[in-house]
């Protein structure tokens, strides 16, 4: 069984932060933590209770759009290789939704696939889920940020603002980050930066997200010293998930601290992480697609395992349905026999 404590497993991304914990503690309502103590308890109890009765999620990341400008080259929306509908969500779907479980939800990230702010609308449904006390996260790579959109975002009363770096010289950062502009990301990190403080908020915190990869491991001390020149609140270094990995990858990193696989004596590569049967990440989240599909967890990029399409039936039929229980079960018993958790960093520190 897990050592993870209530407060760390929950509230771990936010922590780190005075002013997002701050937010947070605001708008943690009785029922809110309620549901959350519920939630941690089966978690600790998983092979104890039925899965059936489980409590709403504490997080969800839903997808404003499958589009993106860019084309990197682990990533099915830059190679435009998805088998399931690409298009962009409905104001209408978010609507219900936070109709039905915004009184359960802490944390809402607007991202799953595609670069969120393509959608025309993103900083209308970012204020739709902060006017319920919801905190509100989103990953960008930058490009669409300017004057006139970076005030929309501060307006939007958006909390989180990760600005995905994968390099300090365009070479380094276009070699992942195919079709990328630098001076786009830069630019657009000053110009939220500067926004924010003309606008005297405090939200949105923005971090630098680097992306550690063979091409871009020499410059990690190169862009803590970009971050803090621009002024940003922190610079995260997330280890990467490679498809290909059992014969080596070109982008697999070589300091061990960053890289999720090693090489075996037999020269063979294996994810570093003991697959335990067990997901805290599927217990208390859900992915939903811009049109309503309900998967598991970030993982399922192309939802092969589709949990049950909200808008014909609700989240929590959903959520408490068969194909949901199944699926917990399967894990709990076995998570080495699914495809998608094979490869999956649960149980690792995917933040290095
Ligand atoms: S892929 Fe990973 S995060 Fe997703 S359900 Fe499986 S173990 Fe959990």
């Not at 708008?27 to 978690?43: C, E, T």
């Not at 998983?46 to 899965?51: G, K, L």
């Not at 998608?340 to 290095?352: D, R, Y």
């Amino acid at each position: 069984m897990t050592n993870v404590s209530f407060t760390t497993s929950i509230f771990a991304v936010m922590l780190a932060d005075f002013q997002e914990t701050r937010f947070l503690f605001k708008h943690l309502s009785s029922r809110r933590l309620r549901n959350a103590w519920k939630l941690y308890r089966s978690f600790k109890n998983q092979n104890r209770f039925e899965t059936r009765e489980h409590p709403m999620p504490v997080a969800l990341s839903i997808e404003p759009t499958t589009a993106c400008n860019l084309g990197c080259p682990e990533c099915p929306s830059g190679l435009k290789k998805f088998t399931r509908p690409t298009g962009h969500l409905k104001e209408n779907l978010l609507d219900n939704l936070l109709g039905e479980i915004g009184e359960d939800l802490i944390y809402l990230t607007f991202y799953f696939q595609g670069e969120p702010f393509i959608h025309p609308k993103m900083n209308e449904l970012i204020a739709k889920a902060n006017q319920r006390g919801i905190f509100t996260a989103t990953s960008t790579n930058a490009h669409f940020i300017n004057d006139k959109s970076a005030s929309a975002i501060v307006n939007s009363g958006l909390n989180r603002l990760i600005i995905s770096i994968d390099g300090t010289t365009q070479e380094t950062y276009s070699s992942y980050r195919k079709k990328g502009k630098l001076e786009k990301v830069i630019s657009g990190t000053k110009t939220i930066l500067a926004k924010r403080k003309e606008l005297k908020s405090i939200f949105p915190r923005v971090y630098f997200q680097f992306l550690v990869v063979k091409p871009n491991e020499h410059q990690i001390g190169d862009v803590k010293k970009l971050g803090k020149e621009l002024g940003v609140d922190g610079v995260h270094f997330k280890t990467a998930q490679v498809y290909d990995y059992e014969n080596g990858n070109a982008l697999i990193p070589t300091i061990n601290k960053y890289a999720r696989y090693e090489e075996g004596k037999n020269g063979k590569w294996s994810i570093k992480n003991i697959l335990d049967d067990q997901c805290w990440k599927m217990w208390h989240s859900a992915v939903v697609t811009w049109d309503g599909r309900v998967v598991p967890c970030c993982f399922d990029k192309d939802a092969t395992h589709e949990m049950g399409q909200f808008g014909e039936e609700s989240f929590k039929s959903i959520w408490r349905g068969e194909a949901y229980t199944n699926f917990r079960s399967a894990l709990l018993k076995s998570r080495s026999e699914i495809e998608i958790c094979k490869n999956c960093s649960e149980g690792t520190k995917v933040w290095a």
